[in-house]
């Protein structure tokens, strides 16, 4: 997988604190489709919508636009990670995990009348490999061969190795389906509409609103319950889209209210005479440490084992974060098959200066350590800088290291990590499908996007593929756990959190409970306004 700027290297939306996920689910039902009942509902959001055409972007506010606008073969329900049929009305693997074939659904159309065949299945998926843009998900379909369509309804994928993980990736915004008479072959459409087959259009799209109306030629899984949905762009401005939601101008605020603002409409009696409510969910999202293992300190196996054993994750997430985290003890967060607690097993829970100590002196360190910590505010946001001076004071605190806090731009940043001068820094991940895999390969696998100079030829050349191959999620999972206790005896990196989701709304607004869940996708269809 190519390293490059993406929706997942997100810990906090641009600007402070955590994310506040609005992530909906769709039903299973075959009598699925647009309904347009309900009221229009008005969502605020931080973030920008960088794209609209689906071989480009790979943001969280494209990728919320491409599952509402555009459908993919499979979609995952709601609360679940395992993908089933949308488009498609099945798809099975054939020879192993080396091919994959779909039948479509009789009769689909997209949002124009143009029929939605095989022939733009193929299409949408060569053109994304082919334009290959550096914003856009050609990563997540780099094990496609070739495609075959021996009829209108039959998509056959040859793919280059086994890879289990195919229907989940294409489950993902980058399995979009785009007209082919719509959409440019080889590159990116440039008028800033966007025709496809989803429950929702794009009416309109500037920069203070995107407006969705509700597809009357939808034909899949989700039952539409409102209207339509306004999206309120606030462009990383948390003060504004807490006023917003305060005055009444939004229904729901999504991805941008800070930590505190979290913690304070929770324990609020005047947000709860107005009629807002808080709703917790789960997520996948996490933060890791990364450590670079030819730096000359923090590639010393003593040193990162020392911080392993003074990191207190309690106090970072009840502190920093208002318990709107909760601590992480291995590389493949809880909720996800294979979770364990490597971390946990190996370091503890709490600070441990003895065996920190014990650690530095087995690398004949006696003095004080000195460390850097770097951060990046206008990535991870600022509440990633007030973590990091907590940890540098935790560090501190054992009389073992003088550790530091440098905080720099997210451009200069990314330089300083591929030129290999910082010894440590943060990474956050928000994974793009509900799996192991997720959390591992992109890690761990050729090429990766860590660039921390981890290699471990066991994980490499036999535990990934191995687990790719693995048609059943489940057996997977002695394999994984093989993984994570690896990683934690070698301390590439030390996971750190991993992250809630919150719903913040308005009492007359229903279907929250179905909208916070790991698959990272925002379904607009779930919600209801009375």
Same mark, same amino acid.
């Given at each position: 997988?190519?390293a ?10 641009l600007?402070?604190?955590?994310a ?10 075959? /009598?699925g489709?647009?309904?347009?009942t #309900? ?11 960088l794209?609209?055409d689906?071989?480009s972007g790979?943001?969280?506010g494209?990728? *919320?636009?491409? =599952? =509402?606008?555009?459908q993919?073969?499979?979609s &995952?329900?709601k609360?679940g990670?395992v993908p ?8 099975a ?7 994959y074939?779909? @039948?479509l659904r009789?009769?689909?159309? &997209? ?7 095989s022939?733009d ?12 843009d ?5 990563p997540?379909?780099?094990t496609?061969?070739?495609i075959?369509t021996?009829?209108?309804?039959t ?10 993980? &195919?229907?989940s990736?294409i489950a ?6 785009v007209?082919h008479?719509?959409y ?7 008028d ?9 259009? *794009?009416t ?8 969705? #109306?509700?597809?009357?030629r939808?034909d ?8 339509g949905?306004?999206?309120s762009?606030?462009h990383?401005n ?7 939601l ?9 991805r941008?209210?800070t930590?505190?603002d979290?913690a304070k409409?929770?324990d609020?009696?005047?947000?709860? /005479? ?10 996948a999202?996490?933060?890791h ?11 010393r ?8 054993y003074?990191?207190?994750?309690d106090?970072l997430?009840s ?6 985290? @909760? ?6 967060p809880?909720?996800i098959?294979?979770? =364990? @607690?490597?971390f ?5 829970d709490?600070?441990q200066p ?10 004949g ?5 000195e ?11 600022p509440a ?5 001076r907590?940890?540098a ?11 530091r806090?440098?905080?720099v731009p ?22 793009d499908y509900?799996?192991?895999d997720?959390?591992?390969q992109?890690?761990?696998g050729?090429?990766?996007?860590l660039? =921390?100079h981890?290699?471990?030829?066991d994980?490499t050349?036999?535990i990934i593929p191995?687990t790719?191959?693995?048609a ?9 756990g093989? *993984?994570?206790?690896d990683?934690?005896?070698?301390l590439?990196?030390?996971p750190l959190w ?13 279907g929250?409970?179905?909208? *916070? ?14």
């Amino acid at each position: 997988m190519k390293a490059r700027n993406s929706k997942k290297w997100t810990s906090a939306p641009l600007g402070a604190g955590l994310a506040i996920a609005l992530l909906g689910g769709c039903g299973t039902q075959n /009598d699925g489709g647009a309904a347009d009942t #309900g009221s229009a509902i008005v969502v605020g959001m931080s973030d920008d919508v960088l794209a609209t055409d689906p071989a480009s972007g790979y943001d969280p506010g494209s990728w *919320l636009l491409f =599952n =509402n606008v555009f459908q993919s073969l499979l979609s &995952f329900p709601k609360g679940g990670s395992v993908p089933q049929p949308e488009a498609a009305r099945a798809c099975a693997f054939e020879n192993g995990s080396r091919t994959y074939r779909c @039948t479509l659904r009789d009769g689909l159309a &997209f949002s124009n009348g143009d029929s939605l065949t095989s022939e733009d299945v193929k299409f949408s998926f060569e053109r994304a490999i082919r334009i290959d843009d550096p914003a856009g998900p050609a990563p997540l379909l780099s094990t496609i061969g070739s495609i075959a369509t021996p009829d209108a309804r039959t998509v056959v994928f040859h793919l280059k190795v086994p890879d289990a993980t &195919f229907p989940s990736k294409i489950a993902s915004g980058a399995g979009s389906i785009v007209d082919h008479r719509e959409y440019p072959a080889d590159g990116l459409r440039k008028d800033g509409k966007a025709v496809g087959s989803g429950p929702y259009t *794009l009416t309109s799209l500037d920069t203070s609103k995107a407006v969705f #109306g509700v597809n009357s030629r939808y034909d899949g899984t989700a039952q539409v319950k409102n209207s339509g949905i306004t999206l309120s762009l606030f462009h990383g401005n948390q003060k504004k889209l807490a006023a917003a939601l305060e005055k009444g101008d939004i229904d729901v605020a999504y991805r941008g209210l800070t930590a505190p603002d979290i913690a304070k409409l929770q324990d609020s009696t005047a947000a709860s /005479d107005k009629g807002i409510d808080v709703v917790e969910g789960t997520s996948a999202e996490v933060q890791h440490l990364v450590f670079n293992m030819d730096d000359p300190v923090t590639g010393r196996l003593g040193v990162r084992q020392a911080i392993a054993y003074l990191v207190d994750r309690d106090a970072l997430v009840s502190k920093v974060y208002r318990s709107t985290a @909760t601590p992480l003890y291995s590389i493949v967060p809880a909720g996800i098959t294979a979770h =364990n @607690t490597a971390f946990f097993d190996l370091y503890g829970d709490g600070p441990q200066p003895a065996k920190a100590a014990q650690a530095l002196r087995s690398e004949g360190i006696t003095g004080k350590v000195e460390l850097t910590l770097w951060s990046t505010p206008s990535r991870y946001g600022p509440a990633t800088d007030q973590e990091f001076r907590a940890i540098a004071g935790q560090l501190n605190a054992s009389g073992l290291f003088d550790a530091r806090v440098r905080s720099v731009p997210f451009d200069q940043y990314e330089k300083g990590i591929a030129a290999g001068t910082y010894g440590v820094y943060v990474k956050g991940w928000v994974p793009d499908y509900p799996d192991p895999d997720n959390f591992t390969q992109p890690f761990f696998g050729k090429d990766n996007v860590l660039q =921390n100079h981890y290699e471990n030829t066991d994980i490499t050349g036999r535990i990934i593929p191995a687990t790719a191959a693995q048609a059943n999620r489940g057996a997977t999972e002695r394999d994984f756990g093989e *993984l994570q206790d690896d990683v934690a005896r070698d301390l590439p990196i030390l996971p750190l959190w991993q992250g809630k989701q919150y719903a913040v709304a308005y009492d007359n607004i229903s279907g929250l409970e179905w909208t *916070l869940d790991a698959s990272t996708v925002f379904r607009f269809w779930e919600i209801n306004k009375d």
